[in-house]
């Protein structure tokens, strides 16, 4: 059929196929900002089941407490390597920070700027919060101003906060507010998962369903475990605020012992396992994640 058309069509045919073809792939390439939360979310993920894996270690003890993020940041500091793994965690983290700020702004997603659509964005910017203090702490330990840290997990710095807050004429209703907006957080956690508001921001379409199914099983557990997690936190602020006593917060490492002391040794194997799964779908969620509503 080809040899029937004419030279000029011989050619034209394959040129306009070339330009389409570069046309289609300049308008999908992704800009610098689009591959920040890929690396933001699998140091994410790096963080959390490290911690899911010192629970369990320190629920064998094998290790002496320290299953939260500054602690952790604290162990790895004493290795070479562990230096290295800290920059690489703040590196993640700062990532998902300017990329929650990006998407705030330019809203790739098309929330829009509706009441419903600046709530979204607001929320989406808000999220980073949790990494800005994993990022703000691996800064002190890489500076050697860590010494507020503890390694086995006491909630050292929480508890100067709140002491000092608590210590402020508003400071017993600011601190019931931030328990107030963990435990919603927590609640949003769960919410999260069970409309899978994590395919929003996935491109697993091409996926065996074997996979897909290994996705959503460690979604809903890893979401279910953090959830539980921030909810004991949010309320032990809440706890402190109504008594004024800041020996009431705990932090990540603490929750796992309040669990494992008033709820039950399976429990507390079954959260951090939990957290695991939140630690590998973080890393999956990255090698997956969709930057825009392409």
């Known amino acids: 059929m080809m040899h029937c058309i004419s030279r000029g069509r ?8 070339l330009l389409f073809l ?4 300049e308008k999908h390439k992704k800009s610098f900002f689009h591959y920040l939360p890929v690396w933001g979310c699998i140091c994410t993920g790096i963080v959390y089941a490290a911690i899911g894996i010192i629970a369990i270690l320190s629920f064998l003890r094998i290790k002496n407490g320290g299953a939260d993020e500054g602690s952790l940041l604290i162990f790895l500091d004493k290795f070479f390597i562990g230096k290295i793994f800290i920059v ?7 990532s ?3 990329w929650r700020i990006y998407e705030t702004v330019t809203d790739p997603y098309g929330y829009g700027n509706g009441a419903k659509g600046i709530m979204r964005r607001t929320v989406t910017a808000l999220s980073s919060f949790a990494d800005a203090f994993i990022a703000y702490s691996a800064m002190l330990v890489l500076l050697g101003k ?3 840290i503890d390694e086995a997990g006491q909630p050292i710095v929480q508890r100067e906060f709140t002491g000092n807050l608590l210590h402020q004429h ?3 209703a600011i601190l019931l507010s931030m328990g107030a907006i963990t435990c919603i957080t927590a609640l949003i956690q769960f ?10 921001r996935m491109d697993i379409d091409g996926l065996a369903s074997g996979k897909k199914t290994l996705i959503h099983i460690t979604a809903w557990a890893g979401h279910f475990g953090r959830g539980v997690i921030l909810g004991i936190i949010g309320f032990s602020f809440i706890k402190a605020a109504i008594s004024k006593n800041a020996m009431w917060v705990v932090n990540t490492d603490k929750a796992f012992d309040f669990i494992g002391d008033h709820i039950g040794h399976p429990w ?17 969620f990255g090698l997956y994640y969709d930057s825009d509503k392409d």
């Open 146 to 148: 860590g010494n507020n």
């Open 88 to 94: 690489v965690i703040m590196s993640g983290m700062i």
């Open 170 to 172: 508003w400071g017993a």
């Open 96 to 98: 998902y920070i300017i």
């Open 268 to 284: 507390f194997i079954l959260i951090s396992l939990a957290t695991i799964c939140y630690g590998i779908f973080m890393f999956v």
């Open 191 to 200: 919410g999260y998962v069970i409309i899978k508001g994590y395919m929003e």
């Open 22 to 25: 570069i046309v289609e792939r």
């Open 10 to 17: 011989i050619v034209e045919g394959p040129f306009f196929v």
